[in-house]
């Protein structure tokens, strides 16, 4: 069966570009797992895949990543929506619905699953595992309550506001009883955050000369939360905004991803870590995923009492999928950026 | 009656030098406090005056410093121990030894005091209330405990680690039971380290090439706790050597006091806050003074059984004071810097 990859080229230096990913048509696979292989081994078909800012990261070579750096020539990996073809795993069996770390290719073997779940709910829209209720969902969750532990009334920023996980910050927030403002890139996402997330404010920081302004403009009393998705300029800048004895949730840096080999650009203005008395505090989603369960037991209902809803940016078919997630590092996606390789 | 002072010449930018610093001769004062003036006034005559990194912070104008900024012309504050000569204030009385903020020269009126203590045990050296017993020994004690939570056998990193802080840090972290690594800037200082102090290692920062490689050398299984005075390129060389849920103390940021208003050097790597899941803590040690009788219960029998010791470099003469504080920038100081005004 032929099965169409996107397959690094080599490892990229600084701007991610379309060109540094190959479509590799002539790819073939057995719909069968090999007889004598892994016992531990699952095919599946993939259907939907997700676009996630961190994996730039993998696509460079860096001493002591975190992640292993993709291999070039082979197909990049990600979170995505599966179905299970064949298996020789003893929790997955042919038929069910995964969602987990899969290949960027039509068909993947995945041996053995490190990150693999299988899903429960089908009455919800399957692309959702790539979002609200996949890995951008939980980084939001243990993210706001985990890593901040909100209280009423305190006043939250989040930044790239309209992304997979910033959504998901501002309904917790309102759920909290707290005030939140975003920022985004397109003055259709600060219409998307306040009319329909519900965020109280939400501004474009592309039309902002001067965001200690800014953000002194919508926190004239300062920041408790801040939820960081992006690092570097936004994070000074939000620093000076920040009350004393407030948090800083490090989910994220998209605007170093580019250049993590170069001396980024940063918050120079650290030392108001000290003088306010700041704490922050990095986390990797895959420490918490134990914590799933009882995430689905609190955000089904949200969902399905409209309490909270789900932005999502499609891409068709795997040939698209290099745009769609070079398109994350300027903002292009509107919600959460996923590929929709088959529907089922 | 005369009364020497130490005034701030104008704003100082980049970085401090003596001459930013004059001394006045001139100034008198009236050895009794003037009738009609402040209920809570005390007049003091100083006798040690304390050399701290942050008084840099005060000496340049900045938005939305914590630190008000010394006035130009005026003399500077700091903290001290000195020996009240008059009072209006009920909790001071003439004769009663104190410690807390006061003014660089004789004798001040301190009107109210906002940080003053009654020393209680006059038993120790009165200078010790400059540093193991005053701000300094507080915020190593609050900045190790409170803040980091260390446990037996972790592995600690301290900065500037043979200054006023971090001598204590040291020592702290060998009565914890944990491995304990200190950087100094001279030869001298680290034999004090490692032969005095009692740190299991310490090495020269300024003739390491390549700091992220001496970490390295010390710490194989890399870093748990890293109590911070210096930030700027040394944070930046530590935060690939943290260890998965590394904490950091971040107490204070020598690298980058002469040049806060710059675009100061910094922790290029921030990123790894999220893939390490670190937590950095930054304190301000004004915000724990409601706990210094518990500290004094601890501390105290602990230097009268010999089992912690502290290192003073003393300057003798306030006109010796300005080249003292100056000198803490380039580490002339073995030990806690401060300057003998009297001895009573």
């Keep these: 069966m032929k099965n169409t990859q996107i397959v690094l080229k080599n490892y990229v230096n600084g701007v991610l570009k379309e060109s540094d990913m190959i479509l590799n048509a002539s790819a073939t696979i057995n719909l069968k797992l090999p007889e004598g292989g892994s016992n531990n081994a699952v095919l599946v078909k993939n259907l939907y895949l997700s676009c996630d800012p961190y994996m730039r990261t993998r696509m460079t070579k860096l001493e002591d990543s975190y992640f292993e750096a993709f291999a070039p020539g082979s197909p990049i990996a990600g979170y995505g929506v599966a179905k299970v073809l064949d298996s020789r795993h003893p929790k997955f069996k042919k038929g069910d619905l995964v969602w987990g770390v899969t290949g960027w290719e039509e068909y993947s073997i995945i041996s053995p699953p490190k990150i693999l779940f299988k899903i429960q709910h089908t009455d919800m829209p399957l692309s959702y595992y790539t979002g609200i209720l996949g890995m951008p969902g939980m980084a939001a969750y243990v993210g706001f309550y985990e890593i901040c532990a909100p209280k009423i009334g305190e006043c939250v920023f989040v930044s790239a506001a309209a992304g997979a996980v910033g959504q998901l910050i501002g309904q917790f927030a309102k759920l909290s009883g707290c005030y939140v403002v975003g920022s ?16 109280d404010e939400a501004f474009n920081y592309m039309e902002e000369q001067d965001m200690n302004e800014a953000l002194k403009r919508y926190f004239p009393n300062g920041i408790d939360i801040y939820f960081d998705n992006v690092g570097g300029k936004m994070l000074e800048a939000v620093l000076p905004n920040m009350r004393t004895n407030g948090r800083i949730s490090a989910c994220g840096m998209i605007s170093q991803y580019n250049n993590l080999k170069l001396q980024a650009e940063v918050a120079c203005n650290l030392f108001l870590m000290v003088t ?30 409209g309490k909270i809803c789900y932005i999502e940016d499609f891409a068709e078919g795997l040939e698209n999928a290099p745009a769609a997630l070079v398109g994350l590092f300027s903002g292009k996606n509107v919600g959460k950026q996923l590929v929709v390789v088959a529907r089922e």
Tied chains: 1, 2.
């Design 276 to 305: 306010k008395s700041l704490n922050m505090q990095g986390f990797m989603v895959n420490d918490y995923f134990h914590m799933y369960p009882k995430f689905m037991e609190i955000i089904m209902p949200l969902i399905k009492q």
């Design 184 to 199: 985004a890139s397109t003055k259709e996402k600060v219409d998307l955050l306040k009319n329909k997330l519900g965020f």
